[in-house]
């Protein structure tokens, strides 16, 4: 009896048998077993090998992957029709790409679209078999072209993934004419989505330089009103930042250095804040940080993180962003983050020697 109690675990790991005891398995059933499945934890202990305990934690991470592989596969074969299926199969079509069975993916894929009655999963289905196309050709976005106009066609209204993929297709294109014609696409499908935003942004940087910069605001930490119209006659260095940005914070001493050497000499610098709302505490993380690092120069807390006016109106997507403005108040670079050595003295210089400046 212990022989062939072992045989018969032997065969069950090594998956002979599975399918006969998943076919007895109800889609509950399956679906407990699924909504079962937690992912590992990494907990170190004073003196464990961190190196073995990483190997030991992604081991694991892999076997719980490999199992819910399983699992949505079971269930796929038990209800075809399960509506868990249109959030769980792109679980299953990914991590299969992901351990490089995309052919695998791609054809189970193709049969759930053929076969499927549900309009949402086969949205999800086109979607999936682009993202499984980029994964097959190395990113390479044109070979799932095809794929994305077909889930362009089926997504949802107000499906953010739609204009997400054109976005993407569009960092991904060189050719300027082809890029013109996909940011028009954007603007025209999906005029309301924050990827249009992203591109009127984009080119209001490009065609507003040389342009005056208009910005007003009450000061975040004083309640005093700055606006760039009594700061004429200074370069404004405007910074993008945010306390929860770890990139932003590493460039403060590098700021302030430049701060304190320069703001005597006719430059002045104003934080653009894309701290989190004020209920979230971003205010409050705002002051604090501003008051503990002796940040000196007025901060514009604009109060809703990404989405904030004014901030989104510059097509700000990553921070640090930092723009400079010459001492005429015109918008003189957009990308002075890094150059702000040479830039700040450079504009200086610019301004002693225009006509009628005090210092000809």
Same mark, same amino acid.
């Given at each position: 009896?212990?022989?062939?109690?072992? &045989?018969?675990? %032997?065969w069950?790991?090594?998956?002979?048998?599975?399918p006969?005891?998943?076919?007895?398995?109800?889609?509950d059933?399956?679906?407990?077993? &699924?909504?079962?499945?937690?992912?590992?934890?990494?907990?170190?202990?004073?003196g464990? #090998?961190?190196?073995?305990?990483?190997?030991? @934690?992604f081991?694991?991470?892999?076997?719980?992957?490999?199992?819910?592989?399983?699992?949505?596969g079971?269930?796929?074969?038990? !209800?075809?029709?399960?509506?868990?299926?249109?959030?769980?199969?792109?679980?299953?079509?990914?991590?299969? %790409?992901?351990?490089?069975?995309?052919d695998?993916?791609?054809?189970?894929?193709?049969?759930?679209?053929?076969?499927?009655?549900?309009?949402?999963? =086969?949205?999800?289905?086109? @979607?999936? =078999?682009?993202?499984?196309l980029?994964?097959?050709?190395?990113g390479?976005?044109?070979?799932?072209?095809? %794929?994305?106009?077909?889930?362009l066609?089926? %997504?949802?209204?107000g499906?953010?993934?739609?204009?997400?993929?054109?976005?993407?297709?569009l960092? /991904?294109?060189?050719d300027?004419?082809?890029?013109?014609?996909?940011?028009?696409?954007?603007?025209? !499908?999906?005029?309301?989505?924050?990827?249009a935003?992203?591109?009127k942004?984009?080119?209001?940087?490009?065609?507003?330089?040389?342009k005056?910069?208009?910005?007003?605001?009450?000061e975040?930490?004083?309640?005093?009103? &700055?606006s760039?119209? #009594?700061?004429?006659?200074?370069?404004?260095?405007?910074d993008?930042?945010a306390?929860?940005?770890?990139p932003?914070?590493?460039?403060?001493?590098?700021m302030?250095?430049l701060?304190a050497e320069?703001?005597d000499?006719?430059?002045?610098?104003?934080?653009?804040?894309?701290?989190?709302?004020?209920? #979230?505490?971003?205010?409050d993380?705002?002051? #604090? @940080?501003?008051? =503990?690092?002796?940040?000196?120069?007025?901060?514009? @807390?604009q109060?809703?993180?990404?989405e904030?006016?004014f901030?989104?109106?510059? /097509?700000i997507?990553?921070?640090?962003?930092v723009?400079?403005?010459?001492?005429?108040?015109?918008?003189?670079?957009?990308?002075?983050?890094g150059?702000?050595?040479?830039?700040?003295?450079?504009?200086? =210089?610019?301004?002693?020697?225009?006509?009628?400046?005090?210092?000809?």
């Amino acid at each position: 009896m212990r022989i062939a109690g072992r &045989i018969l675990a %032997a065969w069950v790991v090594f998956g002979a048998i599975a399918p006969a005891i998943a076919a007895d398995k109800t889609a509950d059933e399956i679906l407990k077993e &699924i909504q079962g499945l937690k992912p590992p934890q990494f907990v170190q202990k004073p003196g464990e #090998d961190q190196q073995k305990l990483r190997e030991a @934690y992604f081991a694991d991470m892999k076997k719980v992957s490999e199992k819910r592989v399983e699992l949505i596969g079971d269930l796929r074969k038990a !209800d075809p029709e399960n509506k868990e299926l249109v959030k769980l199969l792109p679980q299953r079509w990914s991590l299969l %790409a992901q351990t490089g069975k995309t052919d695998e993916a791609m054809a189970e894929i193709d049969e759930t679209l053929a076969k499927t009655k549900s309009e949402t999963l =086969k949205a999800e289905g086109h @979607y999936s =078999k682009a993202q499984v196309l980029m994964m097959k050709n190395r990113g390479n976005i044109s070979a799932a072209m095809p %794929a994305i106009e077909e889930f362009l066609k089926v %997504a949802p209204k107000g499906d953010r993934r739609a204009p997400l993929f054109l976005y993407n297709v569009l960092r /991904g294109t060189q050719d300027e004419a082809k890029k013109t014609a996909i940011e028009e696409r954007i603007l025209k !499908d999906y005029g309301d989505s924050q990827f249009a935003g992203m591109i009127k942004g984009a080119r209001k940087q490009r065609e507003s330089i040389g342009k005056p910069f208009e910005l007003e605001f009450t000061e975040a930490t004083r309640g005093t009103t &700055i606006s760039m119209k #009594d700061l004429k006659g200074k370069v404004v260095v405007v910074d993008f930042w945010a306390t929860w940005c770890g990139p932003c914070i590493k460039e403060m001493p590098t700021m302030k250095k430049l701060y304190a050497e320069y703001k005597d000499k006719g430059v002045e610098f104003i934080g653009v804040s894309l701290d989190k709302k004020k209920e #979230d505490g971003g205010l409050d993380k705002l002051k #604090d @940080y501003v008051a =503990k690092n002796d940040i000196q120069w007025p901060q514009y @807390y604009q109060g809703n993180w990404w989405e904030s006016e004014f901030s989104a109106g510059w /097509g700000i997507n990553s921070i640090p962003c930092v723009f400079i403005v010459d001492a005429d108040g015109k918008l003189y670079s957009v990308e002075a983050g890094g150059k702000l050595e040479t830039l700040i003295p450079e504009l200086l =210089k610019k301004a002693k020697t225009a006509p009628g400046a005090g210092g000809q």
